[in-house]
C-alpha cells in the first residue's frame, strides 16, 4: 500500500473516535495488507490511547507461531479463508495484553498467488471482540478487482470501516462494501 487515502485516514479518525468513547483497545493481525491497517491507525494523533499493537504475519508459519493458528485449520481451509480469518482476530486479541477489539485480514493481492477456487483480489477479514473471557468472532469475504495496491487499499478500508460497524451494531460481516 502506498499512501494513506483521505478516505482510509478518515475512517482511521472515526474509529479512534468512538473507540476511545467506548473504552476500546484495538490490535490487528495483517497478511496482504503488510502492515497497512496499523500504519493507518497510527496515522491518527493520540492514537497510543486506543491501539495497542499489529501483528503482520504474513507466511502461514507466523500465523501458526504469533496468533495460535491451528495449522490444520489452513490445510484444511486454506490459508486465505474467513475461518483462518477469524482465527488470526482471535489469536491476536488471546496475545493481547488489554485489547477488546481485533481485526484481521489475508488474500490474495497479487499479482500472483490466486488459485482458480480463490482469484487474486479474494480477501478475508475477520473481526473478533472481548467480552470479559469470551471472544465473540464474524468474517466475511471481499473481492477487489485491480492492482495489488487497489486490492491493498481497500482491505484496509473496508476492515476499518467493519471495526466501526462492529462498535456501533455489532456484526460488521452484514455491512455493504464499498470501496
Same mark, same amino acid.
Given at each position: 500500500m502506498s499512501a494513506i487515502t483521505s478516505k482510509i $485516514?478518515?475512517?482511521a479518525q472515526q474509529l479512534g473516535i468512538i473507540a476511545?468513547?467506548?473504552h476500546h483497545i484495538v490490535v490487528t493481525a495483517e497478511s496482504c495488507t503488510g502492515g497497512g491497517i496499523a500504519a493507518a491507525l497510527t496515522e491518527v494523533a493520540g492514537s497510543s490511547a486506543?491501539? =495497542?499493537e499489529g501483528f503482520v504475519t504474513y507466511a502461514a508459519s507466523a500465523k501458526v507461531a504469533r496468533l495460535d493458528v491451528r495449522p490444520s485449520l489452513i490445510e484444511t481451509e486454506g490459508v486465505v479463508s474467513e475461518a483462518v480469518a477469524q482465527a488470526m482476530a482471535r489469536g491476536a486479541l488471546a496475545r493481547s495484553a488489554s485489547a477488546t477489539l481485533?481485526?484481521?485480514v489475508t488474500g490474495f493481492a497479487g499479482p500472483g498467488g490466486g488459485t482458480a477456487q480463490t482469484p487474486v483480489g479474494t480477501v478475508c477479514i475477520g473481526?473478533?471482540?472481548r467480552f470479559n473471557e469470551h471472544i465473540v468472532t464474524?468474517?466475511?469475504s471481499i473481492f477487489v478487482p485491480g492492482s495489488r495496491a487497489t486490492v491493498r487499499e481497500a482491505?484496509? $478500508?473496508v476492515a476499518? =470501516?467493519?471495526l466501526i460497524e462492529l462498535m456501533r451494531f455489532g456484526n460488521p460481516a452484514l455491512m455493504p462494501c464499498e470501496y
Amino acid at each position: 500500500m502506498s499512501a494513506i487515502t483521505s478516505k482510509i $485516514l478518515l475512517a482511521a479518525q472515526q474509529l479512534g473516535i468512538i473507540a476511545k468513547d467506548r473504552h476500546h483497545i484495538v490490535v490487528t493481525a495483517e497478511s496482504c495488507t503488510g502492515g497497512g491497517i496499523a500504519a493507518a491507525l497510527t496515522e491518527v494523533a493520540g492514537s497510543s490511547a486506543w491501539f =495497542e499493537e499489529g501483528f503482520v504475519t504474513y507466511a502461514a508459519s507466523a500465523k501458526v507461531a504469533r496468533l495460535d493458528v491451528r495449522p490444520s485449520l489452513i490445510e484444511t481451509e486454506g490459508v486465505v479463508s474467513e475461518a483462518v480469518a477469524q482465527a488470526m482476530a482471535r489469536g491476536a486479541l488471546a496475545r493481547s495484553a488489554s485489547a477488546t477489539l481485533a481485526v484481521a485480514v489475508t488474500g490474495f493481492a497479487g499479482p500472483g498467488g490466486g488459485t482458480a477456487q480463490t482469484p487474486v483480489g479474494t480477501v478475508c477479514i475477520g473481526w473478533a471482540e472481548r467480552f470479559n473471557e469470551h471472544i465473540v468472532t464474524c468474517s466475511r469475504s471481499i473481492f477487489v478487482p485491480g492492482s495489488r495496491a487497489t486490492v491493498r487499499e481497500a482491505t484496509v $478500508l473496508v476492515a476499518l =470501516e467493519g471495526l466501526i460497524e462492529l462498535m456501533r451494531f455489532g456484526n460488521p460481516a452484514l455491512m455493504p462494501c464499498e470501496y
